[in-house]
Every structure is written in structure tokens, then in C-alpha cells.
Nanobody, 127 residues
Framework: QVHLVESGGGTVQAGGSLRLSCVLS????????MAWFRQAPGNVREGVAA???????SYADFVKGRFVISRDNAKNTLYLQMNSLKSEDTAMYYC?????????????????????WGQGTQVTVSS
């Protein structure tokens, strides 16, 4: 059974950095499409960054130039390096994964493209 576990959240001052990690287990393939989503209280879940099974990347406009997604296939781990954090980045961050299949680049940040989800890690940015 596929399982995702996020870590690395915490509280940081505005302008600071955090790195989130997500470990994928329960599968023999390292070529899943994976993504980070976030959800703040009262808001819908939104896509932040994604990397497809073919290593195509997609970023939400509001994180371009600040966040970087990466993966270590040998460790089945997905990362999100978050720099220049703002108070509006405060949210629960979720890792998602989908089995290897074609996903259009424009759909990589859609939550309905992913079957597997982690429990989330809280990121709080204080101003």
C-alpha cells in the first residue's frame, strides 16, 4: 500500500526558509508523479509545485522564484525548498503522488490528478 509521510514543517519568520520532505513507501517504482499542495483555514487546497514521472516541473505563480521542488529517486523522497517565505505561505502542506501515467503539464497542480496523499505538515510564517 502506498504511503506518504511529510516532515520539515515549523514556524519561521517572514523572509526565512524551510525545506519540506516527503517519503514515498509501499511501491517498487520510483517514477511516480509527485506534488506539493497547501491549504490554509477557510481556503481551498491549492497546488504549489509538482514534478511528473518524466521529470517535468510545474509551479504555481505565487511561488515561482521562491520555491524549488526536487526529488531523490534513490530515497523515494520529494523535497520542497521554500525561500523568502511570506505570511501568506502559512498553511498545511500536503504531499501527493500518482502512479506513472501521462499527466498534461497544465494539470500537474490539480488535486484530482493524485490518488495518494500524506497527512500534511504545518508551515507557519510569522510577520
Amino acid at each position: 500500500q502506498v504511503h506518504l509521510v511529510e516532515s520539515g514543517g515549523g514556524t519561521v519568520q517572514a523572509g526565512g526558509s524551510l525545506r519540506l520532505s516527503c517519503v514515498l513507501s509501499g511501491t517498487t517504482t520510483d517514477r511516480y508523479s509527485m506534488a506539493w499542495f497547501r491549504q490554509a483555514p477557510g481556503n481551498v487546497r491549492e497546488g504549489v509545485a509538482a514534478v511528473s514521472w518524466a521529470d517535468s516541473e510545474s509551479y504555481a505563480d505565487f511561488v515561482k522564484g521562491r520555491f524549488v521542488i526536487s526529488r531523490d529517486n534513490a530515497k523515494n523522497t520529494l523535497y520542497l525548498q521554500m525561500n523568502s517565505l511570506k505570511s501568506e505561505d502559512t498553511a498545511m502542506y500536503y504531499c501527493a503522488a500518482e502512479e506513472p501515467r501521462p499527466i498534461a503539464l497544465g494539470r500537474l497542480l490539480r488535486s484530482d490528478e493524485y490518488h495518494y496523499w500524506g497527512q500534511g505538515t504545518q508551515v507557519t510564517v510569522s510577520s
